[in-house]
């Protein structure tokens, strides 16, 4: 069995070879430790069973990864003669069904995930064959598209515990080579030439750390494999040595060849069982082949490799900390100078590398250094193998170039963030790390971008995160574990982090201070600057980062107490309330219903919420996002469960008793005036809030009747007037006074009312609709989506033709169609991008489809086309492709040249809207690029002394719930500002609920509003969808889990 | 290279010996640099990054205990940035354990005291821990009270490396991080304590104490030790 020459190792590579590629079919089963846990032991014996049974000849082999962790488990068929085929996800029960195929010669084809038909193994190459035209190529499948598997080589495609399958790939080969030709010093100069940088996270080149080894001049000298891995979520080197431990027992043969170095180590973490048994396996075949241990492949050379398994520390990846630890002693690093080259394991000079560095080095022996550096930057050459995790559709083990933009990790590779929510930021390297914003994803990967970043490439981790994640939560967690982590032995480390965690704890619950975060971050600059080692100098980088790159969530945690992602518990009370614009105490409405009290329920609804049955409406209802029933079944219908309590004291004989009592909590009067402009959501929330604190409020509309875009832009089959005069009815009642038909800036001047108010709150919304230049515009029959929609609203006659098209996809160009629909038009919307990236609520979309209306997806207007008279006659549109993803997380649509065309008579332009600013010039308002008023993002307070701005006028066209959460948020400081109190608490009474929490939620499935068949309603403005029942909503609330209660039991 | 070279230490051209590094340096040429887990004799561990300097062309500091001077070095021993690291790590220090001067046997001769008054250090920014540490007093003749003790390890070296009784070490991790007797034996029990009471005069607080001595009346005497580990050193 010994080889011994080269006829020998020949032999053993054609046995080899007749494994990999035998007479007969070859199944093999992906069996790292990732695909064990998703039920790949129970695959593999279903196979192994099947053959039994049917004594069918076939070649069964257990292999590593191929590293698409989401389609785990992997098993790759070959039928003599044809590719490799990759099946994914297949279940112990598809076993029989894919013999039967086998036994038919054919493949699987709706398990199949790619094909493979030859491989690149760098030191071998294999063909398999050829065919399956159906079966995508495995670089055809996004997410190994640009993958370029160097280190990986071998991974997935050999079984790990066969030498001889590692043999037949060309394993050992360049270990023959080197001894073969007995030049160390040319094999040092080639890695030096490869330009190989240590793959641990330092990045300190390879084959300068060799040459200090070879030249150190020491009875013993050691060398080292660390593959004691340790950061959370990253797991390259456990699924390289799982998947091919002989390409690392070769790098270091060689290694320790040219160093002039007898004894090797693998410092393995003990929580690799898998890892470390293959290790084993391995070291017994090599030394069984003689290519290990005494006399290697009869060149004289001797080389032993042994294991220590580490007992977990992750402090002992650091190299002094890991010698001291091999040498017995604690853990605990010592600083450099002396280095490990000078004296390390036991005094002697040792080299320690990373395990992905030791793969690199059998390719740069065999193919030479120059064809190493084609690929990667010229920096930092050759390829990195990362881990892909978080929040991402495909997650895996990727081995890129170095130097690819982050995006392509993200978005091509991983294939963005699932479930269509936004990518917000990827940490990488680990809790030595740092996070990189969704703006700088152009960064490319390697050591001295990431650097400038402050982050590192470090071992390979690469974290997605999604809106879903708070990046102080993050900072924090990744403290807590380097915290956790240290050894203890320098003061910075010790005891600098364990303020940094109380620091970052304190601001997660809510009690920080801004004062806090000053010294948070000096304290995070010291420890990086003073640590004694690894650990502790890069400890810090995760709350630097967070601090530079995602400031406003600090801020939102220690100014606004709180926490958008919703992740840091103290600083909400439920996650449907944290979600709310509004922070409407949903789970209190709720059990309120749930306890038959609906006046108070109502009182608990209006006094969260001015425009409750609207709101119940329209709302873009987030919370549905956030509910955990979702994790059960649906979410619980809150928008709903609050229109129905609006709607059932609106118009009863309950509601002027009801009302007096609402009115009731207004506080004793302040004599402070305050001035609203608009009479919109975000103002009426802003007056309702003002007249509960006793001041005098003043709103101010440039139209005859109060309620802005609910009244003008909001069509009557959405939300009826009738059900909006209610609303405005009662915030009359608490003592707001309307002036109508006067427009700021015409009849009442802005300086005006700065003089005559002590407060003045600007609540102006996008009316002025944006246009798309595009050939065709001045037609007649091009009419902006807002101005046709305020026609309506108005009861003005509009010239609208017989076939309508509408170009965008936001909720305006849903209300043109259905509201064009109801005109008794027939609609076509066209829009650039899928379905699932339009902004439009998805439920509206729905409906107007199933009123008629069409959609063109990914079609953007070329020109509009007119008649002889001047009239709209047909609208061209182009299609478009997805792209790249662009700074929304969305792909780009691109324009093709395939033009379609359309006839029509009208074209409604909803492509958008913007503040008309004119009134705001000269008015000491400072006024951002974009064209929005600046505001401090808290207080809502302008440039100018008095002056608050809020809703669309500082955001953007947003929704009407968002609106609402601004002007609620203005009346608060401006209280603060005009009494100098936190009243804020006191204003809203307290109800007596139930702390209980249910023992048993209601198990009935989400109650839904009720839509009026589509044929009914597509004619007619009445209300196109009903409201729940009584019983409904009683049902509906008792769905509810009440995450509001803490420590219930 | 010649065994006599020459530095600079904040500007000033001294000259020092190949091997000996830059904290040596810097005290024969009456330019002291804090430490407090340096002490002579004993071979440095680098752990209270006191002694922190900068070296001109290097990115990162160094401490002056472990890094061996080169010739032609220019080394900055003291400026604000350097002081205001200094600064916190005392903070960190005094928030970390319970160091309360005036019921303290050390009060006027500690280490710890003397380095925050001369850096200028008279409260601490951030929270105190308040750990609830125990007090050994199981010796004879003397006492262990964690919460003095500031995990320098000096006392550790000086069992070991002088005394050779390897009786003390550092247990735990991080923040949980405590000197322990043999294998967390009380001081009483210990197996190999020989009394000499080496670390006792090696420790720069009140952590180690000899019984007998009220508040403000222990004073440690180290040069004893560090004369006794120079002879270990001529020895071949």
Known sequence: MRIADLSSFNEARERGLAKLLPSHPRVTVGMGTCGTGNGAEAVYQAFSDQFDQRGFSVKLARTGCFGFCAEEPLVNVWLPGKPVVILHRVQASDAAAIVDDLAASRVPAELALCKVEEWDHITGHIKYGSGYPDIPDWSQVPFFKGQKKIVLRHCGLINPDDIEEALAVGTYSALYKVLIDANPDAVIEAIKAAKLRGRGGAGYQTGIKWEFLRKAKAEKKYIICNADEGDPGAYMNRNEIESDPHSLLEGMIIGGYVTGCQEGIVYVRAEYPLAVHRLQEAVEQATEYGLLGQNILGRGFNFHIRLVEGAGAFVCGEETALIRSLEGKAGRPTPRPPYPAQSGLYGYPTNINNVETWYNIAPIVIKGPAWFTETGSPKSPGTKVFSLVGKVVSTGLVEMPLGTPLKNFVYDVGGGAPGGRTVKSVQTGGPSGGCIPQEMFDVAVDYESLAQLGSIMGSGGMVVMDEDNCMVDVARYFVEFTHSESCGKCIPCRSGLDQALRMLNAVTHGKATEKELVLLDELSRMIRDCSLCGLGQTAPNPVLTTMRHFRHEFEDHIRARRCRAGVCEDLALSPCENSCPLHMNIPRFLELVKEDRLEEAFMSVVLDNPLPASTGRVCQHPCDNRCRRAGIDEAVNMRDVHRYIADSIYGSDRYEAIAAQVVANKKPPTGKRVAIVGAGPTGLACAWYCALFGHEVVIYDSNAQAGGMLRYAIPEYRLPKATLDWEIDLIRRMGVEFVFNCQVGKEISLNDLGAQYDAVFLAIGTWKENWVYLPGTELEGVIPALPFLEGVAKGHTLPLGRKVAVIGGGNAAIDSARTALRLGADVTIIYRRERKDMPAIAEETEAAEAEGAKIVFLATPHRIVGNAEGKVSAIEVAKTRLGEFDKSGRRRPITTDEIQRLACDTVILAVGEAVDIDFAKASGLKIKESGLIEVDRYSLETSRPNFYAGGDLISGASNVSNAMGYGKRAARYIDLRLTGVKRWKDLLPEFQISQTVPAHPSESPRHHAREVPAGQRCRSFTEAVVGLAPVEAMEESCRCLRCDIRNGD | ?236
């Open chain 2, 1 to 236: 290279m010649p065994s006599k070279i020459s530095i600079r230490i904040d500007g000033e051209l001294v000259h020092a010996r190949l091997g000996q590094t830059i904290l040596e340096v810097a005290a024969e040429n009456n330019k002291p640099i804090p430490s407090l887990c340096s002490m002579k004799g004993l071979r440095p561990v680098g752990a209270c990054r006191l002694c922190l300097v900068q070296v001109e062309g290097l990115g990162r500091m160094l401490p002056a205990c472990t890094t061996p001077v080169q010739d032609g070095m220019s080394v900055t021993t003291d400026n604000a940035k350097l002081r205001g690291y200094r600064q916190m790590i005392i903070e960190l220090l005094l928030a970390e354990r319970n160091h309360v001067c005036a019921v303290c046997v050390a009060n006027g001769h500690c280490e710890l005291q003397t380095a925050a008054a001369k850096l200028g250090v008279m409260n601490t920014r951030y929270a105190y821990r308040y750990p609830n540490h125990k007090v050994d007093l199981s010796h004879s003749r003397f006492t262990l009270d964690h919460n003095r003790c500031i995990l320098c390890s000096r006392c550790v070296r000086a069992c070991a490396e002088v005394e050779g009784a390897h009786v003390w070490e550092i247990g735990g991790r991080g923040i949980g991080s405590l000197l322990v007797c043999e294998l967390n034996r009380t001081w009483g029990e210990s197996k190999h304590c020989t009394a000499c009471g080496k670390c006792v005069q090696s420790c720069p607080t009140g952590a180690l104490a000899e019984k007998g001595f009220a508040v403000e009346e222990m004073t440690k005497k180290p040069e004893p030790v560090s004369r006794i580990a120079a002879f270990r050193e001529v020895r071949p």
